[in-house]
């Protein structure tokens, strides 16, 4: 019933504006769509959700744990040979940092493995978008012969925007849409894809030994890509 108000509402003011001139009576249509958009955008900021207005432009979105390290804007590298080649299987046997590495969900400074560039080739197998505007990129092996999932991230920016575009081309996903916590897409492609980026350690969802298997999912490593910053469709 509220919904049906607030919509009633705005037909209202839409109504007004042209009674009083203000607007072509052509154009009434347009500005009743207008202000009910802006109505359920202020209700889903004011609800605690986060709305995707188009692939690269957010709002409501929060700041996650350790932000200047997950959007570190650096360039990749143009000396190709300090990028090193993986796949998810082989990231999911890494270990994670030694205990005494200071390393906590407020550092937001990059620890030192975490300075490494990788080309991480894998195939697609979910997208999922999060409330603090990021898509995850869920990766397995490209031949899906062993064990181990990594996700690789895309935050929301300008530098991002292309990357984004190019994703969410590979889903159904209209805009706007507006979700709490996260909300994984439906794909219409799969693709086997190399992403490039620094590794991260994704502390908040590691234990407290540093394990490099998520207590929540762990066929999850806790090492990412994050953030991706060039990305090829292999096949």
Known sequence: MRDSNEDLKSFRRAERLVGCGLVNRALFPALVVAFVIGSA?????????????????????????????????????????????????????????????????????????????????????????????????????????KAGSVNAEIPVGPEWCELRKLVFGWTTQSFPFSFKGSQTLELREQHVITVTGKAFFDVQHASPDNSNRRPKAEKYAVWEIHPVMALHVDQ
């Open 41 to 145: 955008f202020a209700k889903s900021v004011t609800a605690g959700t986060v709305t995707f207005v188009s692939p690269c432009e957010c709002q409501g979105q929060k700041s996650g744990s350790r932000w200047p390290a997950k959007t570190d804007p650096s360039s990749v590298p143009l000396d190709k040979s300090t990028i090193q080649s993986v796949t998810p299987s082989q990231i999911y046997e890494w270990k994670g940092p030694e205990p005494n590495v200071p390393l906590t969900p407020k550092t937001d400074t990059r620890i030192a493995a975490e300075q490494k560039w990788y080309n991480l080739t894998a195939r697609l197998v979910s997208v999922k978008v999060e409330d603090d505007g990021d898509i995850t990129l869920v990766l397995q092996d490209a031949d899906s012969k």
